[in-house]
């Protein structure tokens, strides 16, 4: 833990789901000698690959939490996060993509780019991530690393350039060419740990030197010393082209390509090198805090270690001794017997056992430096959380965390689960900030709510695994939401003497639709229409009032409230008067504003064979979707079209026996939109009989 | 209202026949330019003309992915927005896509019955029947052939359309006799319009090199900031 900060790299590892990027983190955990056996990721020896430490994720194939490892290569300290390739569980892949300094971008080199790959790339994008990209399954029938690069340059915008030429493909993918060093690299021994150095094959020595001169032109362009080598024809060292292309990298504005089969121990030594020399250090990464106590300015912390200590709360996960929090430190040092400020909740936490993490096993360590990754214990914080210096009020900067657009109703079978079931949900809530769970006060019912059914699943799922907690699941409901499209004034008189002190209060204004936020109150009153320490009761009253819609009953959102008259009574007036006055005003105003229901539209890709196309997109219209386009790539295709969430229920086993299992898609969430006068019928009608049997 | 309003005052409205049309059913229109001059820029408003007229507009491309066609819609509507003071752009936009559906197709991989192929499996279904239809980046060489532009107008006629197609022209190239450039000479007999985008001082002008009635009369321009057609 006491590397100097060049030799550090914090790298994630993302993809699609199925290219292989588990069997990728347990080829590297073996090379680097973490584990000593090499396991299936499906688990065919019962043992499962070591990254995947939740019961779930073996059985499943696919990788929900990331776990990050530490390993050692090349004399580099390596922390890597394995983030989730599902699209519904993307805060993961966003908050591992907040940590981390750069990536590997794994692509199938069957499949190519897919649309999960063009969500995970767009998270990079968004946090700066600088990558690499490793074609994998290089084995497989169908294989062509070409066509992937480029894909790479048309579908994802990058400067992808091929680092390697692979020697055979298919059953016949025997190595690779190294187009810096010109060597062949052969993979050799039982797990490909032996690399056998040679001369490249005659057959494709001119290929090799037609690439080693794209790659040289390309790198030329971060570096005018490679630049005037390249043009004056001088001899050119493997190490000024790859410091050339790490400028590049480092940028963003080149993606170097690596190929290989992970699965048959190909490439996966020559990809972690590329890691540790064109990957950047945490000290070549801009990281800013807000300061709380200057309106939260923006600070750009140092990465050094002498400097008070910055760190944040990235992921939790349950161990078997209680909590078990990662962190990342920015900047200082986090030591056993520290004290620190959880900037959020301004709680003071001591710093006891910190470890550092192999998947599910560890090792204790006794400090981690700025730029590193760690785990910490009993610490009571949410992920998210910053542990700063008690001289600093810094916070990371907050994490775009989407509304939830889906519910569930959760009943326990026993009391034995009920108890087990709210540990469950309270570790859920706290690791997953997209995850939320509350009790309906008229059904009594557990409901949780998330970004899609699957997300829903796997967590009911993992509450039955892990806490024991056997539940009964109902409908999933979606957050549909109410709204007004019109202007409507209000002058509403709330007013009672019967018996005891009266109520008095007066509030005119009007309510209108507002397209930048959920609610805003503005007070014009002039004069003290209505006394000043009223106003407050007011906005209480209209915001209470948003709860419910006088329509459906669903929350009310986009409202602009305006108040500008009033009255008062010197003896009746009260906050309660004012705020029940707030009440009826809303209601009053509320009908006559027009109010309409909204629904949760999806994003939804499919990547389906051409001959399925037009079912595929008859599927879609049966759904009340739009469909945007359809993009013809070879033998497959992609529609992307938008969905209302409400018709995509059950929407995977449709496609699957529609498309005899080839087709795929992927959902999130991409606005709110108006649902149609017919649909607000069928929903107005459910809702009466569901009011009606509730009544019987 | 809002869509009545944008149409009476759309500058394409003064070359369109009484019905809104450019071109006649089953018929072929080409735009000419060089490279970044406007091509798409104006395919996409032709198409918005169509699609604010209550028509299904088909966009086909030959090379952009969805993503980056759906951009181009975007921008130009969102300068038509600004240009027009319409405030809310957002629900007319909601309320014309489904009239919009772009396919795409790797330029190896697009043929005439292919396209044939896939339209007739929209209407069969009917998820969506085009009444005008937009070819962005057909290659008009030498391995274009005549009776590819023949099969177009064919099933530009089967689905009650026409087709607008863009035609990439170069600089050093000299026009043929006829003042045409060479890319559509050999087709010219085959189509109904032909528009070329040419820069000229502070715009880019529209001159039509082939046309019949009000086109050919009428003075239009591009403003290249905003790549909106100007009167």
């Known amino acids: ?696 | 209202m809002l869509k009545k309003d944008l149409m009476m005052r759309n500058p394409l409205r003064a070359v369109s026949d009484a019905n809104g049309y450019i071109l006649p059913e089953g018929g072929l229109g080409a735009v000419v330019a060089r490279a970044g001059v406007g091509k798409t820029a104006l395919l996409v408003q032709l198409s918005l003309n169509s699609l604010l007229k209550g028509d299904n507009a088909l966009h086909i491309s030959l090379g952009d992915p969805v993503r980056k066609v759906s951009l181009w819609y975007r921008e130009v509507f969102n300068n038509i927005g600004t240009h027009y003071k319409i405030d809310k752009i957002d629900d007319l936009w909601n309320e014309l896509l489904p009239q919009r559906f772009i396919m795409t197709f790797n330029i190896d991989g697009f043929s005439v019955p292919r396209l044939d192929e896939r339209l007739t499996e929209l209407a069969d279904q009917d998820i969506f029947h085009p009444q005008m239809i937009l070819i962005d980046g057909l290659p008009f060489n030498e391995q274009l052939k005549r009776t590819d532009l023949h099969a177009l107008k064919d099933l530009s006629e089967k689905f009650n359309s026409h087709i607008w197609f863009t035609v990439r022209s170069h600089r050093h190239e000299e026009p043929d006799a006829e003042g045409l450039p060479i890319q559509i000479s050999e087709y010219a007999d085959l189509l109904d319009v032909a528009i070329k985008l040419e820069p000229e001082d502070n715009e880019i002008r529209l001159n039509v090199l082939k046309g019949s009635g009000s086109i050919s009369t009428q003075d239009l321009s591009l403003d290249p900031a905003t790549m909106l057609i100007k009167e």
Not at chain 1, 172 to 193: I, K, R, S
Not at chain 1, 234 to 251: C, N
Not at chain 1, 354 to 366: K, T
Request: aromatic content about 6%; some cysteine; proline content about 4%.
């Open chain 1, 1 to 696: 833990m006491s590397k100097e900060l060049s030799k550090v790299r914090n790298i994630g590892i993302s993809a699609h789901i199925d290219s292989g990027k588990t069997t990728l983190t347990e080829r590297i955990l073996f090379y680097t000698n973490k584990i000593h056996a090499i396991h299936d990721v499906k688990g065919k020896d019962g043992v499962g690959a070591v990254m995947d430490s939740m019961e779930l994720e073996k059985e499943r194939g696919i990788t929900i939490a990331s776990a990050a490892t530490f390993c050692e290569w090349n004399d580099h300290a390596i922390n890597i996060i394995d983030t989730p390739g599902h699209v519904d569980f993307t805060i993961e892949v966003e908050r591992s993509l907040r940590v981390l300094d750069g990536a590997i971008l794994v692509l199938c080199s069957v499949g190519g780019v897919q649309s999960q790959s063009i969500t995970v790339d767009q998270q990079m994008k968004r946090y700066k991530v600088p990558c690499i990209a490793f074609v994998n399954k290089c084995d497989r029938s169908g294989a062509n690393p070409e066509r992937v690069v480029s894909q790479l340059k048309e579908k994802l915008g990058h400067n992808a350039i091929a680092m390697q030429l692979p020697i055979g493909l298919e059953a016949a993918h025997e190595g690779v060419v190294d187009l810096v060093t010109m060597e062949a690299l052969y993979f050799d021994g039982e797990n490909g740990e032996i690399i056998r150095r040679e001369e490249i094959p005659a057959e494709l020595q001119e290929k090799a030197e037609e690439r080693r001169e794209e790659l040289i032109e390309m790198a030329s362009n971060y570096c005018d010393d490679l630049a005037e080598a390249f043009l004056e024809e001088q001899e050119i060292s493997p190490d000024m082209i790859l410091q050339a292309m790490r400028k590049g990298v480092l940028k963003r504005e080149v993606t170097p390509v690596y190929i290989g089969s992970a699965y048959k121990n190909k490439g996966v030594q020559p990809l972690m090198d590329a890691a540790t020399q064109l990957l950047p250090d945490p000290s070549e990464v801009t990281n800013i805090a807000l300061d709380l106590d200057r309106d939260e300015a923006e600070v750009v912390l140092s990465s050094s270690s002498e400097d008070p200590t910055v760190a944040l709360a990235f992921k939790l996960e349950d161990g078997q001794y209680g909590q078990l929090t990662y962190i990342r430190v920015y900047q200082g040092v986090l030591a056993k017997g520290d004290t620190l400020i959880n900037t959020r909740s301004g709680k003071k936490i001591k710093i006891g056992r910190l470890v550092q993490m192999h998947s599910n096993q560890m090792e204790d360590i006794n400090e981690i430096s700025a730029g590193y990754i760690g785990a910490l214990f009993g610490i009571d914080c949410a992920s998210g959380d910053t542990f700063a210096d008690p001289k600093l009020n810094y916070s990371m900067t907050s994490m775009f965390v989407p509304n939830p657009v889906i519910s569930l109703a959760l009943v326990p079978k026993d009391n034995k689960s009920q108890i087990n079931m709210s540990k469950a949900l309270n570790r859920f809530s706290k690791e997953d900030p997209t995850f939320r769970t509350y009790v309906d006060e008229e059904t009594n019912e557990t409901i949780i709510e998330g970004m899609g059914e699957l997300h829903l699943e796997v967590y009911v799922e993992r509450m039955q695994r892990e806490y024991n907690a056997e539940v009964n699941t109902g409908q999933p409901r979606v957050a549909y939401r109410e709204t007004i499209t019109k202007r409507a004034d209000f002058n509403y008189t709330h007013k009672k003497q019967t018996g005891g002190s009266g109520q008095y209060g007066r509030v005119a204004g009007y309510i209108e639709p507002f397209a930048d936020g959920e609610f805003e109150f503005i007070n014009k009153i002039t004069g003290g229409a209505i006394p000043t320490q009223f106003i407050s009761s007011c906005e209480k009253g209209f915001k209470a009032s948003l709860a419910k819609g006088a329509l459906m009953e669903f929350p009310v959102t986009g409202i602009r409230v305006e108040i500008n008259d009033g009255a008062s009574h010197a003896v009746d007036s009260s906050e309660m008067a004012f705020q029940a006055a707030a009440r009826g005003a809303f209601i009053d105003a509320y009908k006559r504003a027009k109010p309409v229901i909204h629904e949760p539209i999806m994003k939804v890709v499919i990547e389906t064979p051409t001959e399925f196309q037009g079912t595929v997109m008859g599927t879609i219209n049966q759904r009340r979707g739009t469909i945007l386009g359809a993009q013809e790539e070879g033998p497959m295709c992609v529609v992307e079209c938008q969905v209302p969430l409400a018709e995509m229920f059950g929407y995977s086993t449709v496609l699957r026996s529609s498309t005899q299992g080839k087709a795929q898609f992927t959902m999130e969430f991409a606005n709110y939109k108006q649902v149609p006068q017919s649909i607000t019928e069928e929903l107005q009608k459910k809702r009466d009989e569901e009011a009606k049997k509730g009544a019987a």
